[in-house]
């Protein structure tokens, strides 16, 4: 396949993933509006670890997972965050891209479709954004904490609600987690702000 059809085959294995999660049908329609843009190709070695340590995924959750798995080589991997937020450790197992979006592969201004990984023993911080925010897990799991909400450890086909600058953290314990996370709202191509003390 050409790297144009494996993002074809992503974003299609998305949009079923998509579909079939009630929660995902009910925060936003698959955007109507996407077009594909090029972005060249950044590296990070989350590029290899989803592939090599993923987690676990269900059987409804494995034909989404092979299809990022696809293209962890071809995309634009970004870190947003800097090693005095978060610490050199994290930086090296954590990566995201942006599947759809106006800085996606695929562009749309209607939603923001990003692909996040963490590897194992990681505390991802109190953080907070603008844009209403639906986590869906792919596969491994995490620990996910919200002010207001209850603490949920959540796995694949799981999803989670983080409201407008709501500020939430997540810390995996032993597995990976891979996630297709959706945004609403104004302010798509925000970057998320970890919440001050
Ligand atoms: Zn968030």
Not at 13 to 21: F, G, T, V
Not at 66 to 83: N, S
Not at 91 to 97: K, R
Not at 149 to 159: C, I
Request: hydrophobic letters at 35%; glycine letters at 8%; charged letters at 20%.
């Amino acid at each position: 396949m050409t790297t144009r059809a494996l993002f074809d085959a992503a974003l299609d294995a998305a949009r079923n993933w998509h579909d079939a999660l009630p929660a995902a049908r009910d925060f936003c329609a698959w955007p109507t509006d996407i077009a594909w843009a090029e972005h060249p190709p950044h590296r990070l070695p989350a590029a290899d670890l989803i592939t090599s340590d993923p987690g676990f995924a269900t059987p409804d959750s494995t034909s989404v997972l092979r299809a990022l798995q696809d293209i962890a080589d071809h995309v634009e991997w970004r870190h947003t965050y800097t090693v005095d937020e978060v610490g050199q450790r994290f930086l090296d197992t954590y990566g995201w891209f942006e599947l759809a979006g106006p800085e996606g592969h695929f562009h749309s201004t209607h939603a923001r479709i990003t692909v996040g990984y963490w590897g194992p023993n990681l505390y991802y911080p109190r953080h907070q954004h603008g844009p209403e925010e639906l986590y869906t897990v792919v596969s491994g799991h995490a620990l996910f904490r919200s002010d207001g909400d209850a603490d949920a450890t959540l796995g694949p086909g799981d999803t989670r609600f983080h409201g407008n600058h709501q500020p939430h953290d997540m810390r995996t314990t032993d597995s990976a987690i891979l996630t297709l996370v959706f945004w609403r709202g104004d302010g798509l191509a925000d970057t998320p702000k970890i919440t001050p003390p």
